[in-house]
């Protein structure tokens, strides 16, 4: 049969088909690429040189003259800044457990159906998305100052309040206490851990005769205790990199006893323009937090309850 000599027939070159080929299979790679450049050029590679740097001299506006470890033998040898990392440990240390303490405990009660439940979490959650701003520091200040709401409270009823910013003894617990009152992130997370725990436990424990107390440490805990590893290392992480309220209500004061290492670093990056100490001091700051981490993953073993073995 003879074929009509008007049909012509296209070729595709097999670069084309190849090329065609691979984006086809590859094509979940250009969705993340935009993600993945910002990545490398806002995360990694400022990862990267912060690391560099801390083994330098780095100026700002002058540049770098000298590599070694003088930065790091600098930290070790300044008392202001051993000062600060103390000071920061023990905010860190004093806010997560409180933290995570009220969190669970108005979890815990939001959890039994009562009237208007649904308006209560509403209001113990707001202060975890305004709790970061600048504004709710600045009205933290005002209430806690010399003349502010709290000690006109307390003047109402002949007790003379405390100078609770300018004195040491008070100033890092009033920062603190901005901490402890965001708790509503990890409530929710309590909240839904809570929601998990069949119902049926707690009638077989009502039924032996366990109170409410010991159905708590002995079926509550345990079955969340996942989440409340999960709530520990997150706070603690972010603890380690508060910065908006001993910056905006103390400035670090008084006599350093608010000064968090974070504030140093922004001190001496920005004011004092040392960037390679100040890289030195960030470094050292997160290898604090990886090995606190590291303890924590470590020790779930003894405390941690997984239903699966596959958890474990």
């Given at each position: 049969?003879?074929?009509?000599?008007?049909?012509?027939?296209?070729?595709?070159?097999?670069?084309?088909?190849g090329?065609?080929?691979?984006?086809?299979?590859?094509?979940?790679?250009?969705?993340?690429?935009?993600?993945?450049?910002?990545?490398?050029?806002?995360?990694?590679?400022?990862?990267?040189?912060?690391?560099?740097?801390?083994?330098?001299?780095?100026?700002?506006?002058?540049?770098?003259?000298?590599?070694?470890?003088?930065?790091?033998?600098d930290?070790?040898s300044?008392?202001k800044?051993?000062?600060?990392?103390?000071?920061?440990?023990?905010?860190?240390?004093?806010?997560?457990?409180?933290?995570?303490?009220?969190?669970?405990?108005?979890?815990?009660?939001?959890?039994?159906?009562?009237?208007g439940?649904?308006?209560?979490?509403?209001?113990?959650?707001i202060?975890?998305?305004?709790?970061?701003?600048?504004?709710?520091?600045?009205?933290?200040?005002?209430?806690?100052?010399?003349?502010?709401?709290?000690?006109?409270?307390?003047?109402?009823?002949?007790?003379?309040?405390?100078?609770?910013?300018?004195?040491?003894?008070?100033?890092?617990?009033?920062?603190?206490?901005?901490?402890?009152w965001?708790?509503?992130?990890?409530?929710?997370?309590?909240?839904?851990?809570?929601?998990?725990?069949?119902?049926?436990?707690?009638?077989?424990?009502?039924?032996?005769?366990?109170?409410?107390?010991?159905?708590?440490?002995?079926?509550?805990i345990?079955?969340?205790t996942?989440?409340?590893?999960?709530?520990?290392?997150?706070?603690?992480?972010q603890?380690?990199?508060?910065?908006?309220?001993?910056?905006?209500?103390?400035?670090?004061?008084?006599?350093?006893?608010?000064?968090?290492?974070?504030?140093?670093?922004?001190?001496?990056?920005?004011?004092?323009?040392q960037?390679?100490?100040?890289?030195?001091?960030?470094?050292l700051?997160?290898?604090i937090?990886?090995?606190?981490?590291?303890?924590?993953?470590?020790?779930?073993?003894?405390?941690?309850?997984?239903?699966?073995?596959?958890?474990?």
């Amino acid at each position: 049969m003879a074929k009509n000599a008007n049909t012509t027939t296209t070729v595709v070159p097999k670069q084309n088909r190849g090329f065609k080929k691979f984006l086809k299979d590859n094509i979940g790679f250009f969705f993340i690429l935009p993600w993945l450049i910002g990545f490398i050029i806002f995360k990694l590679y400022p990862f990267g040189s912060s690391l560099v740097y801390s083994f330098s001299d780095y100026h700002l506006f002058n540049g770098i003259s000298k590599f070694g470890i003088m930065n790091y033998t600098d930290i070790f040898s300044d008392a202001k800044i051993m000062k600060a990392f103390k000071v920061t440990f023990k905010y860190a240390f004093l806010t997560v457990p409180l933290k995570l303490t009220a969190a669970l405990f108005i979890a815990y009660i939001l959890n039994f159906k009562i009237k208007g439940v649904n308006f209560f979490r509403t209001a113990y959650y707001i202060p975890s998305i305004l709790g970061g701003s600048i504004a709710i520091a600045v009205l933290w200040k005002a209430i806690f100052r010399n003349e502010g709401l709290i000690n006109t409270l307390l003047g109402y009823f002949g007790i003379a309040g405390p100078n609770w910013l300018s004195d040491t003894k008070w100033a890092l617990f009033i920062i603190c206490l901005l901490r402890i009152w965001q708790f509503g992130s990890a409530m929710v997370i309590f909240l839904a851990a809570l929601k998990g725990v069949s119902g049926d436990l707690y009638e077989a424990a009502a039924i032996d005769g366990a109170g409410k107390w010991r159905q708590f440490f002995s079926i509550t805990i345990p079955l969340i205790t996942p989440v409340i590893f999960y709530n520990l290392v997150t706070q603690l992480c972010q603890a380690f990199q508060e910065f908006n309220g001993p910056f905006v209500i103390t400035k670090g004061g008084p006599r350093g006893s608010t000064t968090l290492i974070s504030l140093l670093v922004y001190s001496n990056a920005f004011k004092s323009y040392q960037m390679g100490l100040a890289s030195a001091m960030a470094w050292l700051m997160f290898i604090i937090v990886m090995v606190l981490t590291i303890i924590a993953f470590i020790s779930q073993k003894h405390w941690v309850y997984y239903s699966d073995e596959e958890g474990r």
